[in-house]
């Protein structure tokens, strides 16, 4: 990626999987991030990784369904870096990988979550909150 470094990126869902992979992608392209993620655990893991590149990162640990959490997560990152440059909206359920089920993923969400507060919550809150700022 180019002309990146020293901006800021949220990544939601960013604690494991394709977030994670863009989040430590952005990070050697010499920009900061804001690991949000409902696991804390993977979240900081990838925050860890991202401080061990020399790139800033913090976690909020929040589950984006919640237009509460993702007005919370915002804050939390511009409180902390003063900006957000870049959102990746990717938190969400991926049922299937390689053939393989995500138990866990479908007991957290379900169908109806994923279309109702996920998308028109999680979503477009963390689209508007990032443009109004
Ligand atoms: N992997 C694919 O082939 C594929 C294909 C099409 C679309 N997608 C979409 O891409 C996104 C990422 O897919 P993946 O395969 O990396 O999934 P994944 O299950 O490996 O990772 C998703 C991450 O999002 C987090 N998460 C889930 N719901 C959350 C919530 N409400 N708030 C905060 N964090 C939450 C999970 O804890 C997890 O860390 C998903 O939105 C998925 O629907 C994936």
Excluded: H, Y
């Excluded at 939601?12 to 804001?34: C, E, N, P, Q, V």
């Excluded at 870049?86 to 994923?114: D, E, Q, Y």
């Amino acid at each position: 990626m180019k002309d990146v470094k020293g901006k800021v990126a949220l990544v939601t869902g960013g604690g494991r999987g394709l977030g994670k992979g863009i989040a430590l992608s952005m990070a050697k392209s010499g920009m900061d991030l804001i690991i949000n993620d409902v696991i804390e655990e993977n979240a900081n893991a990838v925050a860890e990784e991202i401080r061990g590149m020399n790139q800033r990162a913090i976690v909020c640990t929040a589950d984006i369904s919640s237009s509460e959490n993702v007005r919370k997560t915002v804050r939390e990152g511009m409180d902390r870096f003063g900006r957000i440059d870049v959102l990746v909206n990717n938190a969400g359920i991926s049922p299937r990988k390689k053939g393989r089920r995500f138990p866990f993923m479908r007991s957290m969400m379900t169908s109806g979550t994923w279309s109702l507060p996920l998308i028109s919550k999680g979503l477009s809150t963390a689209s508007a909150r990032c443009r109004r700022r």
